[in-house]
C-alpha cells in the first residue's frame, strides 16, 4: 500500500472504532444502530458521502465489515435483500435522482425495505428486451399492467425494479423504460411458483392498472434498456462470483462423498471428479478477478461467463455426487411446500442438490442468451442475426 493509502485505513479504521464506542451493539436498537452507521458513510465507503460512504476506495470496505463483525454488531439482512442490496442499490447510485437517493438508500441499507426485481415475463425470459408489461403516461403517473415471472422474495418485498415497455412504436430495445414500483400498491398480485424441489422461491406477480408516479422513473424514457443492464452485469456477478475457500461448495461437496464411499471408486469417477476440480479451482479465482472489477465499479459483460460456469458447474458436481453416492444420494428429505429467501444447497441432501441444480442454468439469465453475450461482448464475435433488431415492437410477432 502506498503512504496515502495507509493513512486512509489508519483514519477509517480510527472512525469505525469511534463510531462502535458511541454505538455499543449489545445496547443500541438494531435499527438505530444500522441507521447511524449508514449516516456516518460506514454502509458503503465507496459511495459518495451523505449516501452511506465517504466517497473512499471500495477494496476499504471489507475491513469495515470485518470490524462490525467482529464487534458482533447486527447486520443488515444480506441474504434477505440480495436484490436490493446487490443490484437496485449500484442502479440507483448509477441512474437515480437526488430525491431518490434520498427516499430509497438508507432504508434498502438497513433492511427496513425489502427489493424484488420485475424483469422476466413468460414469454421474455430468455430474451428481456422482449418485455411486454405496459406502462401508459396518465397525468404524472404511469399505468402498468402485464405478468412476470420467477420474481425472487417478491412475497417479502416493499418495493421493485421494474422494467415496463412505454412506447411500442419503438424497436424493442428503445420502448423500454425503468421503474420503482411499490409492491404494497393496489392491482398488485404475488403466487407462489411450486418448483421440482417442492420449494416455492419464486413467483409469478400480475400488475392490473398498477400506478407509478413519474417521479419513480429511474434514467430517462426509453432508455430502460441501458439501466438493465447495469442492473444485470451486477447480478450476474452476484450470482456466479460470490467469494468461496478453494474446494468449497458444490465441488467440497462432491469431494467428500468420493472420500468417504472407498468401496464406490471407480477410475472414471476419479477423472472427472479431478477435471470438475480443476474447473472449479479456475472458476474461483476467475471469480476473485471479477470482484476486483466489481470493486472498482466496473461490472462488465465477463460476469455472464461466471454465471454460465458457475450453473454447469453445479449441474455436473450434483450428477457426480449421485453416482458416488448410489441409491442413498436419491433419498428426499422433505417435499413440503416452503417459501425459503435463500438457496440451501450445502444444508440440504444430494437429491435436493441434484434437483436445485438444474435452474442454475435459467435463473439469472439463461445459458443460452449468456453464451450470446460472451461470444459478442467479450470475445468480439460477429453478432447473431437479428431480424427484429429494426422493427417496432408492435409489429413483431407474438
Keep these: 500500500m502506498s503512504p496515502s493509502t495507509d493513512d ?13 464506542a458511541n454505538h455499543d451493539p449489545m445496547t443500541t436498537d438494531r435499527i438505530e444502530f444500522l441507521r447511524a452507521r449508514f449516516d456516518a458513510g460506514l454502509a458503503w465507503v465507496h459511495f ?14 471489507p475491513m469495515v465489515d470485518a470490524m462490525f463483525e467482529e464487534a458482533g454488531a447486527p447486520d443488515n439482512h444480506p441474504r434477505v435483500n440480495v436484490i436490493g442490496l446487490g443490484m437496485a442499490a449500484p442502479t440507483l447510485l448509477a441512474y437515480g435522482t437526488e430525491e ?9 441499507w438497513t433492511g427496513e425495505q425489502i427489493w424484488c426485481q420485475l424483469f422476466s415475463e413468460p414469454n421474455a425470459g430468455s430474451d428481456l428486451a422482449a418485455v411486454a408489461t405496459r406502462a401508459v403516461r396518465d397525468g404524472e403517473d404511469w399505468v402498468v399492467d402485464g405478468q412476470k415471472v420467477w420474481t425472487s422474495s417478491a412475497q417479502n418485498a416493499h418495493l421493485a425494479i421494474l422494467l415496463a415497455r412505454t412506447d411500442p412504436s419503438l424497436p424493442k430495445h428503445a420502448g423500454l423504460t425503468y421503474f420503482i414500483c411499490d409492491m404494497t400498491d393496489p392491482g398488485i398480485e404475488v403466487r ?49 462470483g460470490g467469494p468461496v475457500p478453494r474446494e468449497s461448495g458444490m465441488v467440497g461437496v462432491a469431494a467428500a462423498a468420493w472420500r468417504s464411499n472407498p468401496a464406490r471408486r471407480r477410475p472414471d469417477l476419479h477423472d472427472r471428479l479431478m477435471q470438475l476440480w480443476v474447473e472449479s479451482e ?9 470482484r476486483q472489477k ?4 466496473q461490472p462488465g459483460p ?16 450434483s450428477g457426480l455426487e449421485l453416482e458416488v453416492l448410489g441409491a442413498e444420494g436419491l433419498r428426499y428429505d422433505d417435499w413440503t411446500l416452503r417459501r425459503p429467501v435463500e438457496v440451501d444447497f450445502l444444508g440440504r441432501g444430494p437429491g435436493y442438490r441434484y434437483l436445485r441444480a438444474k435452474g442454475n442454468s435459467i435463473e439469472g439469465g439463461t445459458s443460452e442468451i449468456l453464451r450470446n453475450i460472451v461470444a459478442e461482448r ?21
Design 8 to 20: 486512509a485505513v489508519a483514519r477509517l479504521a480510527e472512525q469505525v472504532a469511534t463510531f462502535l
Design 48 to 61: 459518495p458521502v451523505g449516501r452511506g460512504g465517504l466517497g473512499l476506495p471500495r477494496e476499504l470496505q
Design 100 to 108: 431518490q437517493l434520498d427516499t430509497y438508500l438508507r432504508p434498502l
Design 192 to 240: 407462489p411458483l411450486r418448483q421440482i424441489t417442492g420449494e416455492a422461491e419464486f413467483n409469478e406477480v400480475f400488475l392490473t392498472g398498477v400506478r407509478i408516479p413519474d417521479s419513480n422513473r429511474i434514467g430517462a424514457v426509453g432508455e430502460g434498456w441501458k439501466v438493465a443492464n447495469a442492473t444485470l452485469n451486477n447480478e450476474r456477478i452476484a450470482i456466479g
Design 282 to 290: 479456475a472458476a474461483r479465482l476467475t471469480g476473485q478477478r471479477l
Design 294 to 297: 466489481l470493486m472498482a465499479g
Design 302 to 317: 465477463e460476469g455472464s461467463a461466471m454465471k454460465l460456469t458457475f450453473a454447469r458447474l453445479a449441474q455436473q458436481l
Design 378 to 398: 467479450v470475445l468480439g464475435l460477429p453478432p447473431e442475426p437479428r431480424v427484429d433488431r429494426e422493427i417496432p415492437f408492435k409489429e413483431l410477432a407474438k
